[in-house]
């Protein structure tokens, strides 16, 4: 009834129109994320952006492979009429087939990891022994920050101050129930815990303020555990801290 | 070309029984509130009331009393205690139980009849997804613009969590409860499940769990998301107490389903049925009910560990009392993560059964597509802390879980291999199912890959806990698993009913959800790549556009899924008449007749190739 032959088509039109989705997904990925994210003021956030730029490129061919067989299966091989349809040719395996997509995917799997892996390497890397160091405190709902003042007095703040150019070791903690501080322009988070501490770092690289947001539902105003944070020149800083009265 | 079954029914009297030939739900729901109102009222009077954890044993207590008392009412315990006292049940009883000339009646009952539970658990899968969506909505609302006051704050912020739970167990037996019952037995040629009591107390018991799920409601108060870890947990009022045991309930729900699934599948398979030649869907069946009795005993053993917590003062989970709260969260990924896979590996099993049969093709490459789900599910257990990357536990794993986790991508590239190499050149059949199906293939690839920037952990750390976790999850999951249940539903549909679901209605309920899903989770991709956090009760002004979308597509999904139910109802009496194999598919369900006789065959058939050869078309002899 059938032979191995019926339903081949010429895969001309499918290949165009993956080129086009490729390229057209490819286009959407350098672009997208940097006009869709915040702006970055740390090498962490540029890293993220970065990373996601280059997971779309290499993830476009994939879905738009997809999606063109999609649309050419629907365009080729769809059944017309009311009949039910003759049997389709019964090939069950190709070996070849089989192992050009499994090693395709692997080979993809593969470069991600090597670039995640050496990005999350990239991140951690360049820790300096002189950081300022900020304690974090979340409670509920509000971030509050505590600096070390001269002559080892204690600087509090409900906005986040930090100098450009210098690495912040944050202490992170949590009188209550457990936060999550995210600085959505440097591009790091972590959780507040109320019976631990947990540290982030981040050099600023950019003038300018920027978001404090609560990722962890937290209770009734999770919506509203937000603050914002100041990148100023370490001059500034320096100015900014001296004026602040020492907590008693 | 038509089989040869025909049903005949001896008509029986049904005499002696007693009380117990009256049980049905209504007895239970009696049962259960009289057992809750016992079990309260001596609780409530013989516990210390000065104690801060007083009210939480009450409201524990009153639960197992609920659950314990709609056992008994609904006619869960008869057999064993018949058994206990000298009494094994006739085979007369035993044809009562499977709900032998009963009509529909029989649906309300504590039925054994694989069929019958696979009805009842459409039902329950409809009526948590309606409960489900009905909260979806709310929340919708609540955020249709900046600072709109549609719910109380509480209130939203504990529709986050029920609207949640309500989804996951839905979801969790959307294609495994009612065609791992109804479809999965016959494919196999057996004659019902390997227990088919524990087959009806599953089913029931998830009843119960839903119960105790909307008294958590009720009674107001989780306001905390779905996956309530501590240390907020402590925070919360009895509404807590009630989640906790309406998930040790389900618990005991899943397991005796998933052992009765996998026995069923080992020993009662019919002469000649060998694994090779089994239909793929019961190797979804098989493989997601495994991974589940691996996952949820870790649910049943967090939720007791709570319970403990908030009853007896323990403090497992409690940092100033030794515990510490990232246990809990270790414990709960340990079952979070292989549950999506409990999701969606029958989900995609339906849909490269329905594959072969529309497209008048062999599955292709059936191993690649039995090492993918088997692949997925082994991976899937090692990589619970993606979840946790973020939390500032140990850091150091951060990269070995980056890597299974970016592994995953593997076995779930293969589905897509085997689906689109059996849809090639094939002469593809579009019906409803075919629809659905391509709908599945489109949505699932987005979810995928957006999967794969939350795993690593750059990338995380600037996105979790944000809008775009929600969005890629509910690509996951309605996206995908959904539009995966309904393609199944709406393919075995005529199996159960004898009629088509309606076509026209099917595909204006697709269009509406397929759209509806493009604009509600692309738009919250976009809310969560600006910045906007998870569980959000009101959100500011930047973030205003991307959200009055989500609620719009939000809305239209709800439309589809209204137009979806209507035609389910609707057609079930009404619906275009299908004969019993509609499809010309080979497998055993289609040829017994429609609906299929109580215990399925009269003679067990012998089974010599896998059932995907159309060029002829086979009936049983």
Not at chain 1, 30 to 46: D, E, F, R, T, V
Not at chain 1, 119 to 136: F, R
Not at chain 1, 182 to 188: A, D, K, T, V, Y
Request: some cysteine; overall charge neutral; aromatic content about 12%.
């Amino acid at each position: 009834m059938t032979n191995s032959n019926e339903n081949k088509k010429s895969l001309k039109s499918f290949y165009w129109l993956w080129a086009i989705l490729t390229v057209l997904g490819v286009a959407a990925s350098l672009y997208a994320p940097g006009y869709l994210m915040p702006k970055s003021m740390s090498q962490s956030m540029h890293l993220s952006i970065l990373t996601m730029v280059v997971f779309s490129v290499a993830a476009a061919p994939v879905a738009a492979g997809v999606y063109a067989a999609a649309l050419y299966i629907l365009r080729n091989w769809t059944h017309k009429g009311d009949t039910v349809p003759a049997a389709g040719p019964a090939f069950r395996e190709s070996g070849k087939v089989v192992i050009t997509w499994t090693l395709t995917s692997i080979l993809l799997t593969v470069f991600l990891l090597i670039w995640g892996l050496g990005a999350l390497a990239a991140d951690g890397a360049g820790s300096t022994s002189n950081p300022l160091v900020v304690k974090v405190v979340g409670q509920q709902w509000v971030w509050s920050f505590e600096y070390q003042g001269a002559n080892g007095t204690t600087i509090m703040s409900n906005d986040l101050y930090v100098p450009k150019g210098r690495e912040v070791l944050f202490h992170v903690t949590s009188l209550d129930v457990t936060h999550g501080f995210w600085l959505p322009q440097m591009g790091i988070q972590v959780d507040a815990n109320n019976d631990t501490t947990t540290d982030l770092r981040v050099t600023p690289n950019k003038l300018g303020t920027f978001d404090v947001r609560c990722t962890q539902f937290c209770g009734l105003n999770h919506a509203f555990m937000v603050t914002q944070g100041h990148v100023l020149t370490p001059s500034a800083f320096t100015t900014w801290l001296n004026a602040q009265p020492a907590r008693s | 070309m038509t089989t040869t079954l025909e049903h005949k029914a001896p008509v029986i009297k049904h005499e002696g029984g007693g009380l117990a030939r009256h049980q049905n739900f209504l007895t239970g729901l009696i049962g259960g509130v009289a057992g809750a109102f016992i079990a309260w009222a001596i609780s409530h009077h013989l516990l210390a009331q000065d104690v801060r954890t007083t009210s939480d044993a009450v409201a524990v207590l009153t639960g197992c009393g609920w659950i314990v008392g709609f056992w008994f009412g609904i006619g869960a315990l008869n057999a064993p205690f018949a058994w206990l006292i000298g009494k094994d049940q006739t085979r007369k009883d035993q044809l009562y139980y499977a709900g032998e000339d009963q009509g529909t009646k029989r649906y309300w009952k504590y039925c054994t009849d694989h069929k019958v539970v696979g009805v009842q658990y459409i039902v329950m899968t409809m009526v948590l997804l309606g409960a489900g969506g009905i909260l979806a909505m709310a929340i919708r609302t609540e955020l249709i613009v900046p600072g709109n006051h549609f719910v109380d704050q509480q209130v939203y912020n504990g529709f986050i969590a029920v609207h949640g739970m309500l989804m996951i167990l839905a979801l969790i037996v959307a294609v495994a409860g009612p065609w791992g019952n109804f479809v999965v037995p016959i494919m196999c040629g057996a004659k019902d499940m390997a227990f088919p009591r524990l087959n009806a107390l599953s089913l029931w018991t998830l009843v119960g769990a839903a119960g105790l799920l909307l008294t958590t409601l009720a009674v107001g108060s989780l306001t905390m998301g779905w996956v309530v870890l501590a240390p907020i947990t402590d925070q919360a009022a009895v509404g807590m107490d009630f989640f906790a045991l309406a998930i040790l309930v389900f618990t005991v729900s899943t397991t005796v389903a998933g052992v009765n699934t996998i026995c069923t599948v080992f020993t009662m398979r019919t002469k000649g049925m060998t694994l090779e030649r089994l239909p793929i869907m019961v190797w979804g069946a098989i493989i997601a009910a495994a991974l589940g009795l691996y996952a949820f005993p870790y649910f049943s053993l967090v939720e007791a560990l709570q319970i403990l917590d908030r009853t007896f003062s323990t403090s497992f989970f409690i940092g100033n009392g030794g515990g510490t709260g990232w246990l809990q969260a270790n414990l709960f990924w340990l079952m979070g993560h292989p549950e999506v896979y409990v999701i969606l590996i029958p989900a995609v099993a339906a849909l490269f059964e329905i594959a072969a049969v529309m497209a008048r093709k062999p599955v292709f490459s059936y191993r690649t597509a039995v090492a993918g789900m088997v692949g997925l599910a082994g991976l899937s257990i090692l990589v619970w802390a993606h979840h946790m990357f973020t939390t500032g536990w140990a850091p150091t794993l951060g990269g070995p879980f980056m890597v299974t986790t970016e592994l995953i991508s593997i076995p779930t590239g293969l589905f897509f291999l085997v689906l689109i190499g059996t849809l090639w050149r094939g002469n593809i059949w579009m019906k409803l199912p075919t629809v659905w199906m391509f709908g599945f293939i489109a949505n699932f690839i987005i979810a995928g890959i957006t999967g794969i920037y939350l795993s690593d952990i750059p990338i995380d750390n600037q996105l979790h806990g944000t809008m775009f976790v929600t969005a890629h999850f509910h690509y996951v999951f309605v996206g995908s698993v959904l539009f995966g249940a309904i393609a199944a539903l709406a393919f075995w549909y005529p199996k159960v009913t004898g009629r088509f679901l309606d076509e026209k209605l099917g595909r204006i309920s697709f269009w509406l959800a397929f759209i509806g899903v493009q604009v509600t989770f692309l738009s919250m991709f976009i809310s969560g790549l600006r910045g906007m956090p998870r569980r959000y009760a009101s959100y500011s002004f930047i973030f205003e556009h991307t959200n009055f979308l989500t609620t719009i597509g939000a809305y239209m999904i709800m439309a589809g899924m209204l137009v979806l139910m209507a035609a389910v109802i609707y057609c079930w009496n009404h619906g275009e008449p299908s004969g019993s194999n509609p499809w010309h598919a080979n497998s055993l369900e289609w040829l017994v007749s429609t609906p299929p006789p109580l215990e399925n065959f009269d003679v067990l058939p012998v089974i010599t190739e896998d059932p995907y050869n159309f060029e002829k078309e086979m009936v049983l002899s």
